[in-house]
């Protein structure tokens, strides 16, 4: 590819380098992302203010504009090339220059010349070493001020630029290089220093100060604000950006330089403890910013755009002191906030946060100090011993906002259930999050508000504040309060004292898991998948509360859910939602039972049909007989294991000839937590282990196994799970994405019971749980305690949480 259009370069000593239209400038160009081009110069406008190079061993020229350039770096020219040469300046005196560039970073050297034109600075340094530039040439825009020794010694600066870097009288020696002034904040001297001018200071508007530095023409800013009518939430700096017409760094220059906010390194400053404990690091890694110093009254928080004004209204909510920006890059701030919560965190009262303490999953050694900053306010209003009980009034907002901060909080640290306990006399009222199953400490409130917080509650969920004595049910739509889009259900239970506990379930899976989400074996996938594909039957899933049972049926509901089905569910509460189903909430204080529903469902023309639970006989025989007249049934049970459900069943007094005929499969299951993905780390198991984990999973074998063979067992497992040449143990010492605890989010352990012909037998005569077992491993099954262990040999989980949560 050639071009036929003739550029000038300039030459040395004002003479000027008329390139040939088939010549082609070999180049550099070095972006602002630290990204060098190496090509050829096919065209350069300087009027226009871009440029054409063509990458080594491409052939697409890439077009860049002045503003994307920091420098452009060009080899001596080849005099066959070029028109007319360029002067020699033989043994011409040499001169030190300096350029401070828009990012702080200083470019500085001997020069033969150094000329300036409207568009930027073409620089001549002395080739000190082969391969050196002839020419830079740096933009205007990437200028912040300049300096070059004249030929009587003196300095020369152009102040189109902006102020010089070194004193007139002063001489461009290394010392003097030294003592610029960095733009970026390091200290708190110079930060108090900073606010103090910024004070001083008339805000600009973004767009006349990035009008004003160069950054952008009138025509574009124009343009841009044409656009950002259309979308008035979305910052006018984000609109440039999102135009191409200037890059993040232009835009925090041009705050930090023309709106007074001081520009602070954070990689440097050394952060205030106490002002760290004033903001959770939560909130500090979902907002990104960072607290950083206190000032008198004052909190300084940095952060990637100051004029971020709902995020400054949080913080100050949250911090309950006045929040005062200084900008920081986004990409230093996230590397630092993990960094100084985790090196820095102190709790209440300036001691040191102990270890042992639980914390919240990717919250950190600080959760404490959260949960006591946000109740700081409330605590300082408490009147008399802290007994009085405070009325709910409208003009609280205090309490109303902490209310909606912690559903906030309690859905980004990944909490199932939000549990408010109050406490009889002087006791605070406590809050936990459970996280991965387990609870956690989240927050205690002063014993006076404990029936406002509650009736604050009710409110939200239209529940009657004046009764106490019996439980309530509800359900929260957060939206409506300018929160997420997500819903609570939430329970209401009387407890002594004439208290109530609250507990609210967060309820965000809104889009279903794929079945191949749900860390099945292979064999269990393959299984479930020819489960599904019968046209009826039943298929149990079964387990305690909370083991991910309906979870695991809407991933096989959404296998199902094809238009030529009609799927029809009866749960109660409806939590997961598909387009496609028809799904009923039943309601059985009105009557409106499972059984009554599933009675409904049969004269509905079903395909499929969900029953949330069965929870008696009236219910286990309408879903055996609705399996057996052509519908495909799923259904729910509270059991231990695949075996014990069918003795769950037998009690309930189902016919067991019946039952056998409709059985297609029942999927037993638990969740344990699974190791951290950002800090898991893997070690060789030993021989005492391995011997440990075999005699472990032998132990659900039936005596005539082959796995009761150590050998046999050992050679299967190494065929599936060796990593480098031999078994591996999975562990996790812990991380800020986890909180310190190495385990973040849970996966399931399952046992799947397929109904094959034995099995059927065995339903049939009313056989014990253990022989049904016996039979179901001999087939294939694995039980929970040996899928738990191989999911152990496959670095997923630990061995202490497959046996806290599987039977032997």
């Given amino acids: 590819m050639t071009t036929h259009r003739q550029f000038v370069i300039p030459g040395r000593a004002g003479d000027e380098a008329h390139v040939a239209g088939e010549s082609r400038l070999p180049a550099s160009v070095e972006g602002w992302n630290g990204r060098v081009v190496d090509g050829e110069l096919v065209d350069f406008q300087p009027e226009a203010g871009n440029l054409k190079i063509l990458p080594a061993g491409t052939r697409q020229p890439l077009a860049l504009r002045f503003n994307q350039v920091k420098r452009l770096r060009m080899p001596p020219l080849d005099p066959s090339r070029v028109v007319q040469t360029a002067s020699v300046l033989g043994d011409e005196a040499l001169r030190p220059f300096v350029i401070q560039l828009r990012d702080g970073s200083v470019y500085s050297g001997l020069c033969h010349d150094c000329r300036r034109t409207p568009e930027g600075l073409w620089i001549f340094p002395r080739v000190a070493r082969e391969g050196d530039p002839e020419r830079v040439f740096i933009p205007k825009n990437s200028i912040k001020a300049y300096e070059v020794q004249r030929s009587d010694g003196g300095l020369a600066a152009d102040s189109g630029f902006s102020a010089t870097l070194l004193g007139s009288d002063e001489e461009l020696t290394p010392e003097a290089l030294g003592r610029i002034e960095s733009s970026m904040v390091t200290t708190p001297e110079a930060l108090k220093a900073a606010l103090e001018r910024q004070a001083t200071l008339k805000p600009v508007p973004i767009g006349e100060a990035l009008l004003g530095l160069g950054k952008i023409t009138a025509e574009q800013l124009t343009l841009a604000l044409a656009r950002q009518r259309a979308q008035p939430d979305r910052p006018l700096g984000q609109t440039l950006i999102d135009m191409g017409l200037i890059q993040s760094d232009d835009l925090q220059t041009a705050l930090a330089r023309k709106m ?466 031999g078994l591996v143990l999975g562990h996790a010492p812990g991380c800020t994405e986890c909180g310190q605890t190495g385990f973040r989010g849970r996966l399931a352990v399952h046992e799947l019971l397929v109904a094959s012909a034995d099995i059927r037998q065995l339903v049939q005569t009313r056989a014990r749980p253990a022989e049904i077992q016996a039979q179901a491993v001999r087939e294939g099954m694995r039980t929970l305690r040996q899928d738990g262990i191989e999911k152990v040999l496959a670095g997923l989980t630990t061995l202490a949480e497959v046996r806290a949560n599987s039977n032997v």
């Fill in 260 to 725: 007074g906010y001081p520009f602070v390194d954070v990689r440097h400053y050394p952060v205030d403890p106490a002002a760290l404990r004033l903001v959770p690091i939560a909130l500090a890694t979902r907002l990104q910013v960072l607290p950083i110093a206190l000032m008198g009254s004052a909190i300084v928080v940095a952060m990637p755009d100051p004029l971020q004004f709902k995020a400054i209204d949080e913080l100050e909510f949250t911090a309950q002191r006045k929040v005062i920006p200084v900008v920081s890059p986004a990409a230093d701030l996230r590397a630092r906030i993990a960094e100084v919560y985790r090196a820095l965190g102190m709790a209440k009262d300036g001691a040191p946060a102990p270890a042992t303490e639980a914390a919240v999953p990717g919250t950190g050694p600080v959760a404490d100090q959260a949960a006591w900053q946000l109740a700081a306010e409330l605590t300082d209003e408490a009147q008399g011993d802290g007994t009085d009980e405070r009325p709910l009034e409208q003009s609280d907002n205090t309490l109303v906002k902490l209310v909606n901060t912690m559903i906030i909080e309690a859905f980004h640290q990944r909490a199932s259930d939000i549990h408010i306990e109050p406490y009889p006399g002087r006791d605070k009222v406590v809050i936990r999050f459970r996280v991965d199953g387990e609870m956690r400490p989240y927050l205690e409130l002063p014993p006076s508000y404990r029936h406002a917080l509650i009736a604050r509650i009710k409110v939200m969920c239209n529940l009657d504040i004046s009764e106490r004595r019996k439980p309530q049910d509800g359900k929260i739509h957060f939206r409506r309060f300018g929160g997420l889009p997500i819903e609570l259900r939430v329970a209401t239970i009387p407890t002594a004292g004439g208290l109530e506990d609250v507990v609210m379930r967060i309820l965000n899976s809104s889009v279903p898991l794929p079945l191949e989400g749900l860390h099945l074996s292979a064999r269990n996938l393959a299984a479930i998948e020819q489960i599904l594909s019968r046209p009826y039957g039943l298929f149990l899933c079964v387990g305690p509360t909370g083991s991910g049972k309906t979870t695991t049926l809407h991933a096989a509901l959404q296998r199902l859910n094809t238009p030529n089905r009609k799927i029809w569910t009866a749960e109660d509460p409806v939590e997961i939602t598909q387009r496609g189903l028809r799904q009923i909430q039943v309601n059985p204080k009105i009557g409106w039972t499972f059984a009554q529903a599933l009675r409904s469902l049969l004269r509905a023309d079903p395909d499929v049909i969900m029953v949330g639970e069965i929870r008696d006989a009236e219910t286990a025989e309408m879903a055996i007989e609705a399996s057996l007249t052509g519908h495909f049934v799923m259904s729910t049970l509270h059991t231990n294991s695949a075996a014990e459900t069918i003795l769950r069943l037998h009690d309930l007094g189902v016919d067991p000839f019946s039952f056998a005929d409709s059985l297609q499969g029942v999927l037993a299951q638990r969740l344990v937590r699974r190791l951290c993905p950002a800090c898991v780390e893997t070690e060789p198991m030993a021989p005492p282990r391995l011997r440990e984990l075999i005699r472990d999973y032998q132990a659900q074998l039936p005596a005539d196994h082959p796995w009761q063979d150590d050998d046999v067992l050992e050679r299967e497992w190494r065929q599936r799970f060796s990593r480098d040449g």
